[in-house]
T-cell receptor, first 117, second 111 residues
Framework: NAGVMQNPRHLVRRRGQEARLRCSPMKGHSHVYWYRQLPEEGLKFMVY????????ESGMPKERFSAEFPKEGPSILRIQQVVRGDSAAYFCASSPPSRGRGTGELFFGEGSRLTVL | GQSLEQPSEVTAVEGAIVQINCTYQ??????LSWYQQHDGGAPTFLSY????GLEETGRFSSFLSRSDSYGYLLLQELQMKDSASYFCAVRAGGATNKLIFGTGTLLAVQP
């Protein structure tokens, strides 16, 4: 059973360009979470999605950032007009349907490291 | 607001026992998780406490006191491979696994 797959693993963009990060959850998982991590810092929650629905985007910057999880295909985190401050590691995590209660367990991918020049 | 406090660094020797504390202030609380991260790689799940008390999983144990908004991760028989960052995380949503992470503790295990 393949784990959470993220690509690209490394992405370099110039200021003003767009970055698209992809995440395929584990098989059977319908919940996807995106987190951002700056060097030597914790993981900051960005957005929580289920298929075709954004459930909680309270951690997403209001401008330039968007996320989707279509019926078919991977979840996409899109950053428009990137700035140097967007340089970070972006982690995707997935979990199975909670059936009414959570387990505190997320399955993380290896992350996508964005560098903005 | 939401905040989780952990020590930034801990150093211990092989074979020793180390405790990493976590205090939290969050608007919702459904449980406390612990994760390990090596060298900026994928964080991996270690344990979860929804109720007060101690949970043991091999060399690792985790404790929760909801009345004190406090928990800890206990690592026994430390090995060099335990050198990593450790994060506590609060499960803040009722039926979801949305987690709010602490700032992380860098554990250095010395020979």
């Amino acid at each position: 059973n393949a784990g959470v797959m993220q690509n690209p693993r490394h992405l370099v963009r110039r200021r003003g360009q767009e970055a698209r990060l992809r995440c395929s959850p584990m098989k059977g998982h319908s919940h996807v979470y995106w987190y951002r991590q700056l060097p030597e810092e914790g993981l900051k929650f960005m957005v929580y999605l289920q298929k075709e629905n954004i459930i909680d985007e309270s951690g997403m910057p209001k401008e330039r950032f968007s996320a989707e999880f279509p019926k078919e295909g991977p979840s996409i985190l899109r950053i428009q007009q990137v700035v140097r401050g967007d340089s970070a590691a972006y982690f995707c995590a997935s979990s199975p349907p909670s059936r009414g209660r959570g387990t505190g367990e997320l399955f993380f991918g290896e992350g996508s490291r964005l560098t903005v020049l | 607001g939401q905040s989780l406090e952990q020590p930034s660094e801990v150093t211990a020797v092989e074979g020793a026992i180390v405790q990493i504390n976590c205090t939290y202030q969050t608007s919702g609380f459904y449980g406390l998780s612990w994760y390990q991260q090596h060298d900026g790689g994928a964080p991996t799940f270690l344990s979860y406490n929804a109720l007060d008390g101690l949970e043991e999983t091999g060399r690792f144990s985790s404790f929760l006191s909801r009345s004190d908004s406090y928990g800890y991760l206990l690592l026994q028989e430390l090995q060099m491979k335990d050198s990593a960052s450790y994060f506590c995380a609060v499960r803040a949503g009722g039926a979801t696994n949305k987690l709010i992470f602490g700032t992380g503790t860098l554990l250095a295990v010395q020979p």
